[in-house]
T-cell receptor
Framework: GQQVMQIPQYQHVQEGEDFTTYCNSSTTLSNIQWYKQRPGGHPVFLIQLVKSGEVKKQKRLTFQFGEAKKNSSLHITATQTTDVGTYFCAGSSGGYQKVTFGTGTKLQVIP | DAGVIQSPRHEVTEMGQEVTLRCKPISGHNSLFWYRQTMMRGLELLIYFNNNVPIDDSGMPEDRFSAKMPNASFSTLKIQPSEPRDSAVYFC????????????????FGQGTRLTVV
């Protein structure tokens, strides 16, 4: 079945440093979504990428979808303490195939 | 819309008891998902429905788990009998599946039900 892995599993950064998490799928995806889950909270949608090679930005966050549509990345520039949480990618394939969440990257920001 | 509503928020039950989790999706959404989250296994998709019909239940752990969606505004996840290893946070989420594009729109998650089986 479809598997979606994320690296790293954990990341501690000093406030102001950059952060990147990578998402890799075992199969070609039709689209990929990114979510953020704060400690004790529920996943909250950040963005969706559909096109091969697509790059989208949200303020300090940059999202990329690989050319082969099997990998994606989220880059945060100049992290802040409000960025703390676990970041998940979620990929799905065509038809009615299920959305598979990645293993998540837990980000800690040291003030 | 108040978003996806789950109840109860917390449930503590004894092993062997039946547990029913409830979910009200966002009005107008045609897809509903049940997820389970644990430290060990992360966020797992248990089952999802499209237009109230179960499409993929391959994530349901075993026969003790069952899910229903009798109408577009309500779904239940039942565990009978419950076991300590079922302790987890259970999330319900809803979204819109665009058949022409074969794409799910963003999923909105409920607050989750924290289940503890002792």
């Amino acid at each position: 079945g479809q598997q979606v892995m994320q690296i790293p599993q954990y990341q501690h950064v000093q406030e102001g440093e950059d952060f990147t998490t990578y998402c890799n799928s075992s199969t070609t995806l039709s689209n990929i979504q990114w979510y953020k889950q704060r400690p004790g909270g529920h996943p909250v949608f950040l963005i969706q990428l559909v096109k091969s090679g697509e790059v989208k930005k949200q303020k300090r966050l940059t999202f990329q979808f690989g050319e082969a549509k099997k990998n994606s990345s989220l880059h945060i520039t100049a992290t802040q303490t409000t960025d703390v949480g676990t970041y998940f990618c979620a990929g799905s394939s065509g038809g009615y195939q299920k959305v598979t969440f990645g293993t998540g990257t837990k980000l800690q920001v040291i003030p | 819309d108040a978003g996806v509503i789950q109840s109860p928020r917390h449930e503590v039950t004894e092993m062997g008891q039946e547990v029913t989790l409830r979910c009200k999706p966002i009005s107008g959404h045609n897809s509903l998902f049940w997820y389970r989250q644990t430290m060990m296994r992360g966020l797992e998709l248990l089952i999802y429905f499209n237009n109230n019909v179960p499409i993929d239940d391959s994530g349901m752990p075993e026969d003790r788990f069952s899910a229903k969606m009798p109408n577009a505004s309500f779904s239940t996840l039942k565990i009978q009998p419950s076991e300590p290893r079922d302790s987890a946070v259970y999330f319900c989420a809803s979204s819109w599946f665009r058949r022409g594009m074969s794409v799910f729109t963003e999923a909105f998650f409920g607050q989750g039900t924290r289940l503890t089986v002792v």
